[in-house]
């Protein structure tokens, strides 16, 4: 109990924000946090948990956000379908990624998974017929709890919550559970773990397959409130890395980790953008410098994240 | 008659992914370590032809004396500075190492240059050669020539020289080589140094034919990371020729599909490979599983 | 009936034959030394066994069901446990995890895989150590560990990769030990041990190993004397009549 009371702190001051905050612009920064930080948590998991890291993760929160979007614009149908419909791809797509993960190992893996994101950047791009190509689809308003056409904020607020809840309860099980052991054997030593009867490929496939789930939700409930979806953002290297940040910046492979993270990098982004997006794109780009100092600082020196350096502290 | 055409831009583009891709191939090979952030250093060489050419109207052939040795001396730094640390971590902690950089300099190039492409756009620039039915472009060719000498000169070096040796051994036997009297660091920085000077030649050869953006090097790292793997990580010989491989692909691919979906086949064959072969056609089957 | 019954493995590496027509049975509750000099393809015989190799040619049946071709995971499902020579102790985790992954694949229960991994932490003398991370115990701690870890999986035979290795003088009698309890226990055990003095002391039986081949399975005063072995380890000038 005593673990998990600061997320349950987080998460409950999360709620809580709407009740009290109007402003539009600060309800925006808290979706978007916890937004980016349900994204962090899902790659977390193959990563973290896992140990399989990979720089294309986009590819999932791509499919989701194209699944909702299309549902939306090409068959008139609820998003919420497109939730499932992208998560479904996604699973698909991540049973795939997972097969490559007992192939290829290091290097050869975090390559294979950025290049299959980039082809998927390329075919969204270019398969007018399917997409509109290169435009990207704008997603259509409809007013309604069913077509997720939502003006009020602060609904999207504990919609974006409830998300959040569900992956980081997804990591919790992965840190309790007997499968969660084994996992975290697998990620110390796959050969040591395959002795002690670990079934670790198929561990592996899991939670790559469950991650990409998560992460499609993710793609699709954020294309739902941006209102746009853009193959070229949407699939890049740059949001993948974005998930990874969240993760090692927060702690990898703790719970929490990812949220405050994202806490940190969408802060710090949402700042910078409003302080120099005035003066010319070309400053926008500090962030992200920052981002990549930070990434190089951080897997030197503090590799445990946050909650590890703040654990670390805190413990005897 | 197109197959002369399609041969000789082949050859062509071939020899610049064999300049990128074996300088990568040979970070991998010796010291094991992905370098995520290979393209950006292209970028920056690319950059300093276009600045030095807009400004101080120095012809990229010029600037191509420079780059050598500042490349070298850039290498030797990153690898000081940014490498060096986390050489014995673990791998993981290397691959966001090299993205970090990576993200870093791309960003530093878009806040100073912002975003806009640039082009050298030298008196020469659409000069072109004919041979044997075939048109070339004239600064291709130059850049093709030049790359096969500097690629040549690398093996040479490497086969031959007793430094060359030297690193070979490191890759070879890493723990070995220490216990020879091999100063591993010191290898380390001549390899990381000599792998980010190939990029640098690279660069500054690549400035009038294509244009220079800050993200223009994911492009190229993904077309050289095709050949690396191909070749087999590590061996250099065998990224050259997969290199003209992946060359080959890409413009028999633009003759066929379109220009639009060529880089979806370069990517399918790497994910082929990866599937298939991912010790590549020449390296050692099983060695990707260990990760070595 | 024998528990254990490995026939006529063979494993092939390009152009080295590791292991050539390996076969010999293991009875229960038998104490199995395996020996032989470096290279003779001990190490090697432990991974076709465990699942981590496939043999090109022949079988490995536990109880007369195949082992042969089952995933490392499988083949410990079915009752084989093993520790490597190069210790693999997961270093993230306590000492109390580690054993507790072991429980995990005969338990779904984690409270009750924890409290199993106590008592055999108890039993190898490591409880003290249980809730330190693995990464701070020493050599003789970590053998001990994966002693315990392998042996949290129940298995039928285990497997000991040279369990003496690399730890000092003081700690071997512990260790050995301990092996005596396993075995008195019931425990079926094939051991690769380069301590002559250790696995003549402890073995009923001696699979003496050279260049991937059988030369010499018996007691240990046999193959002790056995020329073979003598000239295996110390070289054909000096067999002794």
Known sequence: MKAIAPALVFFALAGLVPLVVRDPFLLDSLILILLWGAAGAAWNIAGGYAGQVSLGHSMFFGLGAYAAALAGTRWGLSPWIGVLVGAAAATATGFIIGYLSNRLRGP??????????QVLLIGASRWRGFTAGSEGIPVPFRAGFWT??????????????????????????LERSRRGYQLAAVREDEDAALSLGVPARQLKVAAIAVSAALTAVCGALWAQYVGFVDPVYVFSVDISIRFALAAILGGLGTALGPFLGSVLVTTVETYLRAQFGGIGAGFVGIYLILYGVALIVMVRFAPQGIVGWVGARLRP | MILPQLIVSTILLGGIYALIAVGLTLIFGVMRVVNFAHGEFLMLAMYLAFWAFALLHFDPYLTLVVSLPLFFVVGLASYRFVMRPVIHASHNVQVFTTVGLSIALQNVALVLWTGDSRFVRTDYYSMVVRLAGAVLNLAQLIAFAVAVVFTAALFAFMRWSYTGKVMRATAQDRDASALMGIDTDRVYALTWAVGITCVGVAGVLLSPIYPVYPTVGLQFVLIAYVAVVLGGLGDMAGALIAALVVAAVEVIGSYVVGTAWKEVLYLLLFIGILVVRPAGLFGTRGAEALGT | MSLLSVAGVTKRFGGITANRGISFDVAPGELVGIIGPNGAGKSTLFECISG?????????????????????DNVCRRGIARTFQKLRPFSGLTVLDNVAVGALTRTKDVRHAREQARELLARVGLSEKADAYARTLSTGQRKRLELARALATQPRVLLLDEVTAGVDQRTIPGLVQLVRDLHAGGLTLLVIEHNMRVITAVAQRIVALYLGEVIADGTPDVVARDRKVIEAYLGQAYHQP
């Open chain 1, 148 to 173: 997720l056409g939502i003006a009020d904020k602060r609904i999207w607020v504990w919609i974006i919550l409830a998300l959040a809840v569900l992956v980081w309860l997804v990591e919790l099980y």
């Open chain 1, 108 to 117: 050869y893996f975090v390559l294979a998974t950025i290049a299959f994101s």
């Open chain 3, 52 to 72: 981590f190799y496939h043999p090109d040619e022949g079988e490995v049946r536990l109880d007369g069901r195949r082992l042969t071709g089952l995933s490392p």
